[in-house]
């Protein structure tokens, strides 16, 4: 996640994704340095449906956020992506919320996000993003990369998930 700009980013916009593959790993608080963590109603409701403990834990606040009615163009972008509806209410979050980012891991939703201008990034570019911060090492980052496939249901070509192990280990040496 490069920015080119000073500006600390404030508010993230979550899918279900993140929420429930963050906590299978038990990094949620790789998102405590930011203002706000806004969940979609719909979103909301499906984290409670798949993985309860994610949305009520106790080291991170996430709040429940009223969608706003869709733009016809944000509208015709979502059905043209044919997303759900907890990603098209985290779309029409983000268009209010204009210089926030948003988590999912879903292809399709970050196409869309890019699409209509907005900055989308997964549950591997928070473990990334992690580094940065200085809130893991590289080596930690690692081993959670590595734990995907076991400790959570994140769905992740083999392939790609050891070229990004392979990207990490050589940035850190």
Known sequence: MERTDAAPIQTAIL??????HLDELGCLPLLSD????LVPVAVWKEVERHRPSAISADQITFIKQQAPVLSSALYALCEAFNL???E???????HIRAGAILFTDDAAVRLA????GVRAYGTLGI????????????????????QIPSQTTLFIRKS??????????????
């Open 88 to 94: 098209r209410e985290a779309l029409a979050v983000c």
């Open 84 to 86: 759900d509806r907890g």
């Open 15 to 20: 899918d279900a994704g993140p929420i429930i």
């Open 160 to 173: 790609l998930l050891q070229k990004i192990i392979e990207e990490v280990r050589a940035s850190s040496e």
């Open 113 to 116: 996000a890019k699409a209509a």
């Open 127 to 146: 473990l990334i993003r992690a580094i940065r911060q200085r809130q893991r090492t590289p080596a930690e980052v690692i081993r959670m990369l590595e």
């Open 34 to 37: 930011f203002h706000e963590l």
